[in-house]
């Protein structure tokens, strides 16, 4: 509006002071008074072009017509305020609209300048053909610019809204799938013992409590992230070496095997690699618990050179991996940090195979 206003004052004035000045006259046949008025009018669909698009473009060319008589810069100011008000129209509405009024606009500029007497016939065609053409081209250049742009943002809202659906659905696999598991195999231990061993059958109902308690705070801190307006997740603390080592403890218990871990390289767990190194030993935890009828599993975690690698290997059936949606989110995970991932049978039942990459922190000196 700004811009609009200060074009307004500059074409009134330019055009005012010369016929002020006398470098430029009105035609002896037109009362002094109309001239003024028609040309202080013409700058008014620059005012108003942005909130009302296609009256200030219609407003304009019936000055146009008023001032094609007249012709010098009243006809000037005219087809410089068509011009302008059809750009704001084009880009307001898209060109298959405002395509007719455009075509509209030239014939009738063309029509008048043959039939009204003005002072030059080819310089009011070309300017004013010039004015609407330029008009037309950049509102069609600025209307594809900005649909190009929203496009590009509801793309990328998609994309966004597919990446976070697919984290949620990875999260809420990784935990109830793993904890389900531990409840299901624990339960099935304390169904078989809870006449002749009493006290395993508390143990696994321990086990089970303990789980399930853990398994609600995770699902609620999911759903708060879910119900929260704000779009902004409840940040929860990074994994340690602890909970990968109490991850390794509560899989030992509810499966009944042998469960070493192993860590090399590291005091800690990496920032957000952590997360994923968590997740996919608890999922690969989980098939061995589920499916592999192992006796022994063996974790082995080992940093450095800017990388951890998980290996998770055991003693089971083995056999071909399903790709079911917990090898998915392993290997999803290990791609955000474009490493590399591997499931497939080993010397001695099933191997799971992770190197996630990652920048070492810088140590200030």
């Known amino acids: 509006m700004v811009l609009d206003a200060l074009a307004a004052i500059v074409l009134a004035v330019g055009a005012g ?9 009105l035609p002896p046949w037109l009362p002094a008074w109309l001239g003024w008025t028609i040309m202080l009018a013409s700058v008014f669909p620059l005012l108003l072009r ?11 060319l019936v000055l146009t017509a008023a001032a094609v008589p007249i012709g010098g810069p009243v006809l000037g100011i005219a087809v410089v305020a068509a011009g302008c008000a059809l750009y704001a129209y084009v880009v307001a509405r898209g060109t298959r609209i405002t395509r007719t009024a455009f075509a509209t606009g030239l014939i009738g500029l063309a029509v008048l300048a043959f039939v009204l007497p003005n002072p030059s016939t080819a310089t009011t065609v070309n300017f004013g053909s010039s004015a609407l053409i330029v008009g037309f081209a950049l509102g069609v250049a600025v209307h594809g610019r ?8 509801e793309n990328h ?7 976070e659906r697919l984290r949620i659905a990875r ?5 109830v799938a793993h904890s389900m598991s531990l409840i299901a195999v624990k339960a099935a231990v304390g169904n078989h013992v809870a006449l002749e061993q009493p006290d395993q059958a508390r143990d696994a109902l321990r086990v089970i409590e303990d789980t399930s308690r853990e398994t609600l705070a995770e699902l609620r801190r999911m759903l708060g992230v879910l119900r929260d307006g704000t779009g902004v997740p409840a940040l929860a603390p990074a994994p340690t070496l602890e909970d ?10 509810a499966g009944a095997l042998d469960v070493v871990l192993v860590v090399d390289g590291l005091t800690e767990l990496p920032g957000g690699v952590g997360q994923s190194v968590y997740r996919i030993v608890q999922e690969a935890l989980t098939n061995v618990v589920k499916h592999a009828g192992a006796s022994t ?12 690698r998980i290996e998770v290997l055991d003693d089971g059936r083995g056999g071909k ?26 010397e001695t039942g099933f191997r799971v195979f992770a190197r996630l990459p990652y920048e070492a922190p810088v140590v200030a000196r």
């Open 17 to 25: 002071g010369n016929l002020a000045a006398g470098a430029w006259s």
């Open 297 to 308: 599993c063996r974790i082995h975690v080992t940093g450095g050179d800017g990388e951890v």
């Open 50 to 60: 942005r909130r009302w698009p296609f009256p200030s473009y219609v407003a304009s």
């Open 171 to 175: 999260e809420m696999h990784d935990v």
């Open 321 to 346: 991996a399903e790709p079911g949606h917990g090898l998915i989110g392993m290997r999803e995970r290990v791609a955000v940090y474009d490493g590399e991932f591997s499931a497939a049978p080993g």
């Open 146 to 153: 900005r649909q190009y742009a929203a496009a590009e943002r």
């Open 244 to 253: 990968l080592r109490a991850l390794a403890e509560r899989a030992q218990q």
């Open 157 to 163: 809202a998609r994309q966004a809204v597919s990446a």
